[in-house]
């Protein structure tokens, strides 16, 4: 008769092995475990990091994940949507994992140190930085740093250099746009920019919208190419002022890719002393890049001042789907995953908008 043999187990690696090979306590390692205590963020991490490899599902810990914007720009009426939308992209995925996720508007005309020393205060688990805060980006991800807390930069472009990203994929919106046109039948095809030298991702949406010009075998001729002036004036609409030359151009465009929705409203709707808007800029085809979100100038324009309702060719954002995403990196950080900086690209997609309705273009 054969002896059987008896199969060996393998033993998990206890809590107090894992405070030995850290050369912390063992109440360090179930602090870590559950989520509780008062740990340092780097020792924290480095703690899940063993236990994760050891087989355990560290509880994350109940502190607060932080979303800084900035004030200046959240009260533009006009411009809260895309914030919010981001925001509850983030609250849907972090909502129960962490004690809460908090929107703190930065007030870039105060000093900035209290403001920055009360968020460290509330001991973040994570936090995450909007694109509007432009320059201080930099300054306030630097900051949170110094306290080994995970940072996320989110929006239109990333300004910190070395930070986690999550951003608008900017060459891949002026490539879908003059595709879109292109692809129409469209051979004269403008473009008006718009902050060209302030705005990092100018030049990517140029740099798109040319390469997808030279796919079609269009030639983008010198005098489409319009520079917009930077702000409204009483005399002067940024985007009429801009429309005006190219309608001078000879020849002239048959479509127009706007890079800037700032720029937009006055080739929309008809200005001034207008009873409706010219028919040589109604004519034209354009596709605008969403820089903040058109529907509220249509909800406007349309339903309260009763002008007719455009059939408006948007290059959307998925808002939403970015708080997602970058809720899912918070995620990942707070895990210990990613040791080098990660940066997510969202794609902008072609809409049409007419009213309240929307339909997504093919390409």
């Known amino acids: ?42 020792l924290r991490l480095r703690l899940i990091r063993l236990l994760r490899e050891a087989g355990y599902e560290p509880k994350r810990p109940r502190q607060p994940v932080l ?6 720009e959240f009260v533009r009426s006009h411009n809260a949507f895309p914030y919010m939308a981001k925001f509850n992209g983030l609250y849907e995925i972090l909502g129960d994992l962490f004690a809460s ?36 980006v930099q300054a306030l991800a630097e900051a949170f740093q110094e306290d080994h807390v995970p940072v996320v930069q989110m929006g239109h472009v990333a300004w910190a250099r070395d930070v986690h990203a999550v951003v608008i994929d900017s060459f891949a919106g002026g490539l ?8 129409r039948g469209h051979r004269a095809i403008a473009t008006i920019r718009w902050l060209v030298d302030r705005e990092p991702v100018s030049p990517e949406k140029h740099a798109g919208f040319r390469q997808g010009l030279t796919e079609a075998g269009v030639e983008l001729q010198p005098q489409w190419v319009i520079d917009s002036p930077a702000q409204n004036t009483p005399d002067q609409r940024t985007g009429r002022a801009a ?6 151009a000879n020849p002239r465009p048959t479509a127009v890719f706007v890079e800037n929705s700032f720029v937009s409203q006055s080739l929309l709707y008809a200005i001034g002393g207008e009873t409706a808007m010219p028919a040589a800029i109604r004519d034209l085809d354009f596709v605008h890049f969403e820089a903040w979100h058109l529907d509220t100038l249509e909800h406007t324009m349309v339903h309260l001042l009763g002008h007719p309702a455009r059939r408006t060719k948007l290059l959307r954002v998925p808002w939403h789907e970015m708080g997602c995403r970058c809720a899912n990196l918070i995620v990942e950080l707070t895990e210990g995953r990613h040791d080098t900086p990660q940066r997510i690209e969202l794609a902008p997609y072609l809409v049409q908008v007419h009213g309240m309705d929307e339909e997504l273009l093919p390409v």
């Open 1 to 42: 008769m054969t002896g059987r043999v008896p199969e060996r187990r393998t033993q998990r690696v206890t809590v107090g092995q894992i405070a030995a090979q850290a050369g912390v306590s063992t109440a360090a390692v179930s602090y870590a475990l559950n989520g509780t205590g008062r740990l340092s963020s780097p």
């Open 67 to 72: 979303y800084i914007s900035s004030r200046r």
């Open 101 to 136: 996720t908090q929107m703190e508007l930065f007030d870039q005309d105060s000093p900035m140190p209290p403001q920055v020393a009360l968020m460290r205060s509330r001991k973040p688990a994570a936090v995450v930085i909007d694109s509007n805060l432009t320059r201080l």
């Open 176 to 183: 879908l746009a003059a595709r879109h046109l292109a692809a």
């Open 243 to 248: 429309i005006e030359q190219l309608l001078r």
